[in-house]
């Protein structure tokens, strides 16, 4: 079945260091990749997503691409801050007839000022 | 915009207790979700809905009831609590297009005494 693998559980950092998250998948299909980021006290929210070979997710400083062949889709983050500290999700969407998700098990990053 | 209404925030109930959690949205979106969200293990799906009145079940159905009696509407039982049992229960939506995202409500965190 389809899922998806996070490396790493925590991770801590200072300001201003580089971020790398790893995320590979597991799918039948061609899915949607997405990654998405939990500030305490909140729910998940979408930070961005990519749906082809090669494409390029961002937001907030944060890029992902998509790659099909490694079935990796890494988040990146060349200098983070301290409001940058959440849980972050990489996930899965193929679309079976509905809307079908699969999540890592989340990384949580601590940013030390 | 939408959002995602879950009440209560927090739960606190009893060994062997019936405990409903409720979620409502007003997206108007067809599909709507319940997670299960513990540490260390990411968020696994418990029930889905992709429709008024339909209910299909995910990988952690056992010991949950569901229901879906309007579009806006979807709650979720636990049938009976487990001694010790902390979680934090995420409802999400999303629509019935693929590659669309989920949008997710703040959560319900649930302690069993």
């Known amino acids: 079945g389809d899922s998806v693998t996070q490396t790493e559980g925590q991770v801590a950092l200072s300001e201003e260091d580089f971020l790398t998250i790893h995320c590979n998948y597991s799918a039948s299909g061609y899915p949607t990749l997405f990654w998405y980021v939990q500030y305490p006290g909140e729910g998940p929210q979408l930070l961005f997503r990519?749906?082809?070979?090669?494409e390029k997710g961002s937001s907030r400083g944060f890029e992902a691409t998509y790659d099909k062949g490694t079935t990796s889709f890494h988040l990146r983050k060349a200098s983070v801050q301290e409001s940058d500290s959440a849980v972050y999700y990489c996930?899965?969407?193929?679309?079976?007839?509905?809307?079908?998700?699969?999540f890592g098990k989340g990384t949580s990053l601590t940013v030390i000022p | 915009g939408g959002i995602i209404t879950q009440t209560p925030k927090f739960l606190i109930g009893q060994e062997g207790q019936k405990l409903t959690l409720k979620c409502q949205q007003n997206f108007n979106h067809d599909t709507m979700y319940w997670y299960r969200q513990d540490s260390g293990k990411g968020l696994r799906l418990i029930y889905y809905s992709i429709t008024e009145n339909d209910l299909q079940k995910g990988d952690l159905s056992e010991g949950y009831d569901a229901s879906r009696e309007k579009k806006s509407s979807f709650s979720l039982t636990v049938t009976s609590a487990q001694k010790n049992e902390m979680a934090v229960f995420l409802c999400?939506?999303?629509?019935?297009?693929?590659?669309?995202?989920?949008?997710f409500g703040h959560g319900t965190k649930l302690s069993v005494l």
């Open positions: 990519a749906s082809r070979d090669k």
């Open positions: 996930a899965l969407s193929e679309n079976t007839g509905y809307q079908n998700f699969y």
């Open positions: 999400a939506s999303s629509m019935a297009i693929s590659n669309e995202r989920l949008f």
